[in-house]
């Protein structure tokens, strides 16, 4: 069992393509989650995550701020409470608004490139 606060798990800010994007893997390959990541991200005010696409699906909860998310070319609003599931192989990209945007990214047990 594992059972973490944020705080106390590194922040990764050198994030290909990102700007303004930090990230912490609160669960995943360090305490040896076999089917699932959960990872906190952090986007900084008018920052954004790299626009990108890849095999898998993944899905994000709205812990604070708003924003928007672009996903195959249609673009929807973000906001404290929202869910959003954006399917594996679509172009993708999370934006913030001109507040801090953060969100919790579940994704399957993928090593990323």
Not at 76 to 85: K, P, W
Request: glycine residues 10%.
């Amino acid at each position: 069992m594992a059972v973490l606060h944020f705080c106390d798990i590194p922040e990764e800010t050198s994030l290909k393509g990102a700007t303004g994007v930090s990230k912490r893997t609160l669960i995943g390959k360090d305490q040896s989650a076999p089917n699932f990541y959960l990872r906190r991200f952090r986007v900084e005010p008018l920052g954004n995550t790299p626009r990108h696409a890849h095999q898998w699906e993944h899905e994000i909860y709205v812990l604070s701020g708003s924003g928007e998310v672009m996903v195959a070319g249609e673009t929807s609003q973000l906001n404290e409470g929202t869910a959003a599931f954006i399917p594996g192989g679509a172009d993708h990209q999370i934006r913030a608004g001109d507040t801090p945007l953060e969100f919790i990214c579940i994704i399957p047990a993928i090593e990323e490139a």
